[in-house]
């Protein structure tokens, strides 16, 4: 058996190794181990540190690079008329007149094409559909990027129309006593309708799809009492409108105030144009007033807008530019007042960036309107279309379709 002779020491020793805080290991390699701990943390916050400042510089870099020349490079050779227009769809070129529309890819080569005769085509767009008609006319024709989706016979003359992501078709069309609303899907199969009379309602001067076509935004322009208001109105075709007379979901009255323009920029947000000021409405069940600004007696010349901002054109005439630019959140927040001075044919909002041209000449500009590139074309432009990469942009010429590449 084990024998201890001392045992005093015994104890003494036993009862030192169970010592709160003793482990029985040499403190100066605890604190060893403890110190090494505190580097390692140390240097990986640093490194952590170094990285995120460097993702930042590098980021800031790249958001704030300006270009100074632009590379162009030719595609494809592509032809139309004088009075065929372009325009931009989901990436994809569409050219259209009076006698059908074709569709091109970014690089110009055809996709398809569809005959028909108007007198005046009229293109609406939504996201990478394209609804074309002709005012007082009877039929629309509904494409994607893909092809060609159907035809609407809307068998009375057409005043207005605008369409959805999905290919819905809502349209304004004048019947003997009233004036109709129908909605179509592309095929042209009728989804909903309901009538307007001036002495009831109103008559409907705009209206607009959300993307889902869940709701229908109009602008009814009424006299009251020897003046004139706008009501505008928003219809839910969903399950929350179908309990509703007419599918109405909510409303706004504008004495005194014409409205000429409305228009949805996403799933949840609308806009309103009047004579004196911008609206904002939220929600995708029943939209509500979200906010206004006045513009006091200055007309707007153009509105421009993607499904995150909305632009307005102003004549400016000072010493800052020729044109003023104040965009929009879409909470309806003023959040960028710039200034230009080239005779703009159309305004982009991509990727924070705004794009203004015409067929001459661009001007690049980031969201805190700092000029990014200031340069002009070789050849008359008709489209200018953004691509996935920020310095780079496919550009439509009469003749031709081409890249430029930003440096």
Same mark, same amino acid.
């Given at each position: ?24 290991? @040499? ?16 240097? /990986?916050?640093? %490194? ?46 569409? *050219? ?17 094409? *569809?005959?028909?005769? #108007? ?5 609406? /767009? ?15 024709? $509904? ?5 060609? #989706? ?47 009379? #001036? ?30 208001? !706008? ?26 105030? $014409? ?9 949840? /947000?609308? +806009? ?12 995708? *069940? ?5 906010? &206004?600004?006045? #513009? ?9 807008? =993607? ?11 000072? &010493? ?8 929009? =959140? ?7 007042? !710039?200034?230009?001075? %080239? ?27 700092? @000029? ?5 074309? @070789? ?13 780079? +942009? ?14």
């Amino acid at each position: 058996m084990a024998e201890v002779r001392d045992f005093s020491s015994y104890a003494r020793k036993k009862n030192n190794d169970s010592t709160p805080g003793s482990s029985g290991v @040499d403190t100066s390699y605890k604190e060893k181990i403890r110190s090494h701990k505190l580097k390692v943390f140390f240097r /990986t916050i640093a %490194i952590a540190a170094i990285v995120l400042l460097t993702v930042i510089v590098v980021y800031v870099s790249w958001r704030d690079r300006e270009y100074s020349e632009a590379e162009i490079s030719l595609d494809a050779t592509i032809s139309n008329s004088a009075d065929s227009k372009v325009i931009s769809l989901g990436g994809n070129i569409v *050219q259209y007149s009076k006698d059908g529309v074709s569709c091109y890819s970014s690089t110009g080569q055809p996709v398809w094409n *569809q005959t028909y005769e #108007m007198q005046n085509p009229i293109a609406h /767009t939504c996201n990478s559909v394209i609804a074309i008609g002709d005012y007082n006319g009877h039929n629309i024709y $509904v494409s994607n990027t893909n092809g060609a #989706m159907g035809v609407v016979d809307t068998n009375l003359p057409i005043r207005d129309f605008c369409v959805s992501s999905q290919g819905v078709v809502a349209a304004v069309l004048d019947g003997t006593d009233v004036t109709w609303i129908y909605l179509y899907d592309s095929e042209g199969n009728t989804l909903a309708n309901f009538k307007t009379t #001036m002495k009831d309602s109103g008559y409907p001067i705009s209206i607009s799809l959300s993307p889902n076509a869940e709701l229908l935004c109009v602008s009814y322009l009424y006299p009251e009492e020897g003046a004139l208001k !706008t009501s505008v109105a928003f219809f839910n075709f969903g399950s929350v409108g179908q309990n509703s007379i007419d599918n109405y979901a909510s409303g706004y009255d504008y004495p005194g105030v $014409v409205v000429p323009y409305v228009q949805f920029i996403n799933g949840n /947000t609308a +806009f309103a144009l009047s004579d004196d000021r911008i609206m904002f409405y939220a929600g995708d *069940q029943k939209p509500v007033s979200k906010s &206004e600004s006045l #513009m006091g007696d200055e007309q707007v010349r153009a509105v421009y807008y =993607n499904d995150s901002y909305v632009g307005l054109v102003f004549m400016n005439g000072t &010493e800052d530019g020729d044109y003023r630019l104040q965009v929009y =959140n879409g909470q309806g927040d003023l959040i960028l007042t !710039t200034y230009f001075d %080239i005779a703009y044919s159309d305004i982009i909002f991509n990727d924070k960036q705004i794009i203004i041209y015409n067929e001459d000449e661009c001007v690049i500009k980031d969201m805190s309107g700092h @000029d990014k590139y200031v340069g002009s074309f @070789d050849e008359p432009v008709k489209v200018m279309i953004p691509t996935n990469i920020r310095s780079r +942009f496919t550009l439509v010429t009469s003749k031709n379709v081409a890249t430029m590449n930003l440096k």
